[in-house]
T-cell receptor, first 117, second 108 residues
Framework: GAVVSQHPSRVICKSGTSVKIECRSL??????MFWYRQFPKQSLMLMAT?????????EQGVEKDKFLINHASLTLSTLTVTSAHPEDSSFYIC?????????????FGDGTRLSIL | KQEVTQIPAALSVPEGENLVLNCSFT??????LQWFRQDPGKGLTSLLL?????REQTSGRLNASLDKSSGRSTLYIAASQPGDSATYLC???????FGAGTRLTVKP
C-alpha cells in the first residue's frame, strides 16, 4: 500500500527554537497533504490543508505565522513550528492523498512527537 | 460542522470474541468515511474506506457499515486477537473530522 514517511519521529528542543517536520509520500504523488495535531488521549485535530504549489489553508484558530507549511513538490510537505514554546508540545501527524481526496483513502505518517523544554 | 462520537471510549474483551465499535455523526452529507487504527505513539493505519454511496466494506476479519439515515457507522471485528489491541478511530473527509476513538484491549 501507499507509504507516507514522516521525519523526525521525535524532537526535544529548547523554547524559542524553530522545528521543521517533513512529510513525504514515497510511492505516489500527493496532491494534497494534511497536518494534524493530537494531544494525549484526544483525537486528531486538523491544522491545515496543503496543496502542491499553492498556499496552505489553515483551520480556524491555527496561527499561520506560527505553523509554516510548504508543499513545494508532489512528494514533500513540511511543517515548521516557529519559535516553539512548551504549549506547542504535541504529537504532529501528516497525511497524504492523491487526486480527489473525497474519494481516496488518507495515508498517514507515523507522527512526530515534539517536546519543547 | 460535523460532530463525531465514538462509543464506547474503551473496551476490553477476551480473545476470540466478536465485537462492534460504534461511530455516530450529525451531518449525513458526507463524502466518505474511513476507519483507522492507531497504536500507542504511532500514526494511523487505514483499515476501511466507505464511500458515501456505499453501505459496507469488508477486509478480512473487519466489516464496516454505513447508515447515513441514522447517522451511524459500525466496525465489526470477528474473532478478536491480542494484536487487534489499539485505538480505533472513525473519520469523515468532508472536513477531516475525527472521533475521539475507542481504545480496544483484547486479552489473551
Amino acid at each position: 500500500g501507499a507509504v507516507v514517511s514522516q521525519h523526525p519521529s521525535r524532537v526535544i528542543c529548547k523554547s524559542g527554537t524553530s522545528v521543521k517536520i517533513e512529510c513525504r509520500s514515497l510511492d505516489f504523488q500527493a496532491t494534497t497533504m494534511f497536518w494534524y495535531r493530537q494531544f494525549p488521549k484526544q483525537s486528531l485535530m486538523l491544522m491545515a490543508t496543503s496543496n502542491e504549489g499553492s498556499k496552505a489553508t489553515y483551520e480556524q484558530g491555527v496561527e499561520k505565522d506560527k505553523f509554516l507549511i510548504n508543499h513545494a513538490s508532489l512528494t514533500l510537505s513540511t511543517l515548521t513550528v516557529t519559535s516553539a514554546h512548551p504549549e506547542d508540545s504535541s504529537f504532529y501527524i501528516c497525511s497524504a492523498t492523491s487526486t480527489d481526496y473525497s474519494n481516496q483513502p488518507q495515508h498517514f505518517g507515523d507522527g512526530t512527537r515534539l517536546s519543547i523544554l | 460542522k460535523q460532530e463525531v462520537t465514538q462509543i464506547p471510549a474503551a473496551l476490553s474483551v477476551p480473545e476470540g470474541e466478536n465485537l462492534v465499535l460504534n461511530c455516530s455523526f450529525t451531518d449525513s452529507a458526507i463524502y466518505n468515511l474511513q476507519w483507522f487504527r492507531q497504536d500507542p505513539g504511532k500514526g494511523l493505519t487505514s483499515l476501511l474506506l466507505i464511500q458515501s454511496s456505499q453501505r459496507e466494506q469488508t477486509s478480512g476479519r473487519l466489516n464496516a457499515s454505513l447508515d447515513k439515515s441514522s447517522g451511524r457507522s459500525t466496525l465489526y471485528i470477528a474473532a478478536s486477537q491480542p494484536g487487534d489491541s489499539a485505538t480505533y478511530l472513525c473519520a469523515f473527509f468532508n472536513d477531516m473530522r475525527f472521533g475521539a476513538g475507542t481504545r480496544l484491549t483484547v486479552k489473551p
